[in-house]
């Protein structure tokens, strides 16, 4: 692929928007991407607090059933003294369950690293549509605002788990005005979330940098395209099972209320929200790990100082995960009366995917091999994702065949293994994505030791928690049990749970503390150089610390794919042991001006 | 970016691809949202896709369809309703062809066409309605009634959808608005009501014929 002059001055035309002059159109009503993926930062912050409380009551109900909720039990639950309800249990962990994964996780890792990064790191001036991209925002906003206002409609906020199957999300059995808000708030999120994944595909087919070609984009960017393209398909599919409950719901339709024996072919089927579920449900969980794998795969590359193992290889398995995502689903419904030769091919797909996401794994560990390993703190919460995401993988192999997972089916153990993979290593690497992007977000540094600290705290405690979750599951603990010791083989789980339950509680307090240097550092940290990584990337080398609105002055040329460390021809010309996309290096590419690079 | 643009081999570094051959940023700019267009529609498919699995996987295993009891759907009206969408897409795409060859007349005839087939096509749909539930088809007759009825509820939402914006555009072509290198909003829109068109093609074929 060449590269001219002639493509560099029409990249150059891409318009430039003018600073905004008004408080609301800086940070309200912004079509500025470096600011809506803050935006996105902040309030996916906001519904993580939530979302951990309802994580902490449940914790308070498995390790002390029946006794008052010390100060929020005061606050909320004053009907029951202060004690968790059954109904109100149920509202706990389906909350909890949907506002970490809708409202927490997307936003953060594709909302605020999507926006935030893509456009710096293809170099390009902003996202193909700036305006989608404000309303996708707004749109995420308001379905947040439904969620909230769930909590205080008649009958109670929606309880009928994460997943909604009818018939327990029917009127027959949530008939509170509450679910129907939950409903309407994932199909408008989902809307959101399409608007989002529309720009970002979009964005990276279309505004390139002149010499970016596609093997030479940071793997950040792959992850994160590979994971719109997903939510671009699969978000819809919800969005149907959505619409279709929700009718259900509102005007008496019966998709999914099984009719009565004698109704023959005219009944609907429950079964079919789990099909529509999954069939977007397992992509979700890739959607939700891709920006991670691609994040990690560039870390370790910057910090070990060597150019990432097999680059290409990389991108081979993270698209050959998002292509099988979309056949595994039925590996969710092994128990649901599925056609054995059915369920047997969905159980063949699954443990496939493991091979390119084994493929990546040990490009990681390859790219670290004798590498000098810088132990920033963003590469320290890299390697406790490696850690966390490794262990999550290990006991998914169970719950991916069949046999196994009959007995393995809905209790603590499937809870452990999705929150070691979706929640510890997409939270972990939020965490370093934060760590590492922060200078150039906010133009200051957050503090260095307290990184350390609370990466493997966090890694700690998160192995703690999530594992002890997968013992308890392997003992039978079902994960929606409301008072699992009134069972007598699951009695002796008591001191367990109430070890794990502490470890959490210790996890919520950590990350309250990050939560104030956090906020702190935004304001009062130390001023970030431009270049405090030492890395090739556009967005560290060409920009300043915070960016300029329009971000690049010009826009760049590249030369080079993102990884090129610990060259010993750059090393001899430069004198250190890192060189940008844009840096042409010895006669052959400054021969033309430095516009025209060596084939990529 | 073709092979043109790259200097013959030991050609002299100096040389330089003319500008020419690249896209101005304004037909750049329509490309781009040329594909975000294909996009937005390949991800609304799938919305419909899952319509149509939802009711597939039902009609798959029924033993009798329509089920006992109920009527099967008449078939006149939505016929006449296949045509009458269809030629709302042949009349659009004649408007998007004639501005393209800067007919400002044409294009407006086209439009206000395919508006008037579009809302003609709305009551058609609306009498279908009423005749069906007058002879005891409802949406809560079971999952029949459910399918006939969301289905084409959903679909209607899209075609009133695209009722509306074809009335804006009709609006500003009278204004005189869109030209030959400027009419990127009716090219997108054309786009969206054959996809509305398509998708009414599959369920008048799955869900009234079959």
Request: glycine residues 10%.
């Amino acid at each position: 692929m060449g590269l001219d002059l002639a493509e560099v001055l029409v990249m150059e035309l891409q318009p430039i928007h003018a600073p905004p002059t008004s408080f609301a159109k800086k940070y309200l009503f912004t079509i500025d991407h470096k600011v809506i993926g803050k935006q996105f930062i902040w309030g996916g912050f906001l519904f993580l607090v939530l979302g951990g409380g309802l994580a902490m009551l449940i914790r308070w109900q498995w390790a002390f059933p029946h006794e008052p909720v010390p100060v929020v039990g005061d606050m909320f639950l004053g009907a029951t003294q202060g004690r968790i309800g059954p109904a109100t249990y149920n509202s706990i962990f389906t909350n909890h369950g949907l506002i970490m994964i809708f409202w927490a996780i997307t936003p953060l890792l594709i909302g605020a690293f999507g926006n935030f990064c893509i456009p710096l790191m293809i170099g390009a001036r902003d996202m193909a549509f700036p305006l989608l991209n404000m309303l996708s925002f707004w749109v995420w906003a308001l379905s947040g605002a439904m969620v909230l206002a769930s909590f205080v409609v008649p009958l109670g906020a929606a309880g009928a788990g994460w997943t909604t199957y009818p018939p327990l999300s029917t009127n027959v059995g949530m008939p509170g005005a509450g679910q129907s808000l939950m409903v309407g708030a994932i199909f408008v999120t989902g809307v959101a979330s399409i608007m989002g994944g529309l720009n970002y595909v979009v964005t990276v087919i279309r505004y390139r940098a002149p010499g970016m070609t596609w093997m030479r984009m940071p793997l950040t960017v792959w992850g994160l395209w590979l994971t719109s393209i997903l939510n671009v398909l699969f978000v819809p599919v919800l969005g149907s099972a959505g619409l279709l409950l929700l009718l259900d719901r509102m005007t008496g339709t019966q998709f999914f209320i099984a009719g009565s024996t004698g109704m023959g072919a005219n009944a609907g089927d429950p079964i079919l929200f789990q099909h529509l579920f999954w069939i977007f449900g397992h992509p979700e969980v890739y959607i939700l790990i891709l920006p991670a794998w691609g994040m990690v795969c560039d870390f370790v590359a910057f910090f070990a100082r060597k150019p990432a193992y097999w680059y290409k290889g990389s991108v081979y398995a993270m698209t050959a995960v998002s292509v099988l995502s979309a056949v595994v689903y039925g590996h969710h419904m092994f128990t649901t009366g599925i056609s054995p030769l059915l369920g047997t091919s969905f159980m063949l797909f699954t443990l496939i995917i493991s091979v390119p996401a084994e493929m990546l794994f040990l490009n990681w560990l390859h790219t670290m091999w004798k590498g000098s390993i810088r132990l920033t703190s963003p590469m320290s919460y890299t390697l406790g994702v490696i850690w966390v995401f490794g262990l999550g993988g290990l006991t998914g192999l169970h719950l991916g065949t069949t046999s196994t997972d009959l007995y393995l089916h809905d209790t603590m153990w499937v809870v452990g293994h999705f929150h070691l993979t979706m929640a510890s290593a997409s939270f972990l690497v939020v965490f370093a994505g934060i760590a590492f992007w922060f200078p150039k977000m906010f133009g200051r540094m957050l503090p260095e030791k307290f990184g350390h600290f609370h990466c493997w705290s966090t890694v700690a405690l998160l192995t703690l928690v999530f594992v002890g979750q997968i013992i308890s599951g392997y003992a039978g603990h079902h994960r929606r049990l409301f008072d699992p010791y009134q069972y007598t083989f699951l009695e002796h789980l008591l001191p367990l749970n109430r070890w794990v339950s502490y470890f959490a509680f210790a996890l919520a307090a950590i990350q309250g503390v990050y939560a104030v240097v956090f906020i702190r550092s935004v304001f009062a940290g130390k001023k970030a150089e431009q270049n405090p990584w030492e890395v090739g990337t556009l967005e560290w080398t060409e920009c300043t610390s915070p960016p300029a609105v329009h971000n690049f002055d010009t826009i760049p040329v590249i030369v080079r794919g993102p990884h090129e460390y610990a060259h010993p021809e750059v090393r001899r010309v430069l004198g250190r042991d890192w060189i940008s996309q844009t840096e042409p290096l010895g006669d052959s590419e400054q021969a033309t001006g430095g516009a025209a690079a060596a084939g990529g | 970016m073709s092979s043109l643009s790259n200097p013959p081999a030991g050609d002299d570094p100096n040389w330089v691809a003319p500008v020419v051959q690249y896209d101005s940023p304004a037909k750049r700019q329509e490309t781009t949202a040329w594909v975000g267009m294909v996009i937005f529609l390949a991800s609304w498919g799938m919305m419909f896709g899952a319509l149509f699995f939802m009711y597939g996987g039902i009609r798959a295993r029924a033993t009798e369809w329509p089920p006992e009891g109920l009527p099967a759907i008449p078939l006149f009206w939505p016929t006449i309703n296949t045509i009458v969408i269809a030629l709302s897409s042949v009349t659009l795409q004649w408007a998007l062809i004639s501005i393209r060859k800067g007919h400002r007349r044409k294009l407006t005839h086209g439009l206000v066409s395919t508006f008037l087939l579009g809302l003609a096509f709305v009551a058609l749909q609306w009498k279908v309605w009423i005749d069906l539930n007058e002879i005891g088809l409802m949406h809560t007759s079971g999952f029949y009634g459910s399918v006939f009825y969301g289905m084409t509820w959903i679909h209607a939402a899209h075609v009133a959808v695209g009722i509306i914006a074809l009335g804006w555009l009709c609006i500003q072509a009278v204004r005189l608005f869109y030209s030959a290198p400027r009419h990127l909003s009716i090219r997108l829109w054309t786009m969206y009501w054959h996809f509305v068109g398509i998708v009414w093609g599959i369920m008048f074929l799955t869900v009234y014929i079959l």
